[in-house]
């Protein structure tokens, strides 16, 4: 038995991981973190939801789309405070598109 991934889900796994970096795009450096956790909670939905419907297998599965979404946000989080974070690329994402100043230059 040879299990393999198909493309869909290696995309989408590597678009999870740069999710947060959007997130800090389109946000302030004020934005409330709630707000901020919401919004990655919601491209993460469209994420799953948009992996399943390339996927080429046999037909679109919600279940399979609901668990894709929550990997995704998994990964978006795991990859901010694990890496994103420490290496201030979140910093430097909210700073790249007028996100005002850097909360730790105040």
Known sequence: MNESLDKAYW???LVSV???V???LVTK?????GVKAV????L???NGFLVEFANPGPGWDFSTA?????????????SH????????????AQSALGGGASVRSV
């Open 39 to 42: 919004l990655l909670l919601a």
């Open 66 to 78: 609901a668990i894709l979404a929550l990997v995704s946000f998994a990964v978006g989080v795991l």
């Open 18 to 20: 740069g999710l947060p």
């Open 81 to 92: 405070f694990g890496l994103w974070k420490p290496v201030g690329v979140s910093d430097k």
């Open 22 to 24: 959007l997130v800090g």
């Open 11 to 13: 995309i989408g796994l």
């Open 29 to 33: 450096h004020v934005t409330h973190p």
């Open 44 to 46: 993460s939905i469209l």
